[in-house]
């Protein structure tokens, strides 16, 4: 029943990258499996380009994803991402795809953006509570609740994240459009980035008190990122 609805969660994927039109420029090819090793290199197109006569199913594909992941760390969630590095076949395509786990009672994927990918989810377990905010000047706040099988958009470069709102765990899947989209959690940007950014930036930024500034980045500095 759940491998049932993994499967389904994964052809709504496919289907809407299929119709998606904003994802990385045009491969240009049929594909470009990534390699490091140029040696049996045809094509160049951001990276080395596999041989296609040597490309097998082995670079198309991953196995496990639909495994629990541990999710005991600071903010209760676990995000498995599987772009161009795990899968080098969507070298070119425009796609990945991610895995989110979350902690009961409260696991978050903080606030954060993808600075190359609009990002659809569906929920497959759980209940989350999910928003957007759209940029300056409104900064509207976009929002809704989630439960399984219901599937929410988060536009490429906005601010979004996710709360688990239930006492169970729960599970959500996401096709992002890039293979590799990047990801800027905006706390450890802020305050853990290396090396910081001058307090006084912050503090004047945030309208906080330089004490508060110092501790969050305690906070976030360190190994927290
Ligand atoms: C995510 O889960 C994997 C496997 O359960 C684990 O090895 C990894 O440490 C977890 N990551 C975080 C940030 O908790």
């Given at each position: 029943?759940?491998?049932?609805?993994f499967l389904?969660?994964?052809?709504?994927?496919?289907?809407?990258?299929?119709?998606?039109?904003?994802?990385?420029?045009?491969?240009?090819?049929?594909?470009?499996?990534?390699?490091?090793?140029?040696?049996?290199?045809?094509?160049?197109?951001?990276?080395?380009?596999?041989?296609?006569?040597?490309?097998?199913?082995?670079?198309?594909?991953?196995?496990?994803?639909?495994?629990?992941?541990?999710?005991?760390?600071?903010?209760?969630?676990?995000?498995?991402?599987?772009?161009?590095?795990?899968?080098?076949?969507?070298?070119?395509?425009?796609?990945?795809?991610?895995?989110?786990?979350?902690?009961?009672?409260?696991?978050?994927?903080?606030?954060?953006?993808?600075?190359?990918?609009?990002?659809?989810?569906?929920?497959?377990?759980?209940?989350l509570y999910?928003?957007?905010?759209?940029?300056?000047?409104?900064?509207?706040?976009?929002?809704?609740?989630?439960?399984?099988?219901?599937?929410?958009?988060?536009?490429?470069?906005?601010?979004?994240?996710?709360?688990?709102?239930?006492?169970?765990?729960?599970?959500?899947?996401?096709?992002?459009?890039?293979?590799?989209?990047?990801?800027?959690?905006?706390?450890?940007?802020?305050f853990g980035?290396?090396?910081?950014?001058?307090?006084?930036?912050?503090?004047?930024?945030?309208?906080?008190?330089?004490?508060?500034?110092?501790?969050?980045?305690?906070?976030?500095?360190?190994?927290?990122?």
């Amino acid at each position: 029943m759940k491998f049932a609805r993994f499967l389904v969660a994964l052809v709504v994927l496919a289907l809407a990258s299929s119709v998606a039109t904003a994802g990385d420029p045009s491969p240009l090819q049929d594909f470009c499996v990534a390699i490091n090793d140029p040696k049996d290199a045809v094509f160049v197109n951001g990276k080395f380009c596999m041989d296609p006569k040597l490309a097998t199913a082995k670079d198309f594909s991953f196995s496990g994803l639909n495994i629990p992941r541990d999710t005991v760390n600071k903010v209760g969630s676990n995000v498995t991402l599987l772009n161009v590095d795990q899968i080098p076949g969507l070298n070119t395509l425009g796609i990945s795809l991610a895995r989110i786990d979350y902690a009961p009672n409260g696991g978050l994927n903080p606030p954060h953006t993808h600075p190359r990918g609009t990002e659809i989810l569906v929920v497959v377990e759980g209940t989350l509570y999910v928003g957007f905010v759209t940029s300056n000047p409104d900064n509207r706040f976009i929002s809704k609740v989630l439960y399984p099988g219901d599937v929410f958009v988060f536009p490429i470069g906005l601010i979004h994240f996710q709360l688990n709102i239930a006492k169970t765990p729960a599970v959500a899947f996401a096709g992002l459009s890039s293979q590799n989209p990047g990801t800027i959690t905006i706390a450890n940007a802020v305050f853990g980035s290396d090396p910081p950014i001058s307090p006084d930036v912050l503090a004047k930024a945030f309208q906080l008190d330089s004490k508060i500034v110092s501790y969050l980045q305690k906070q976030f500095g360190g190994n927290n990122k």
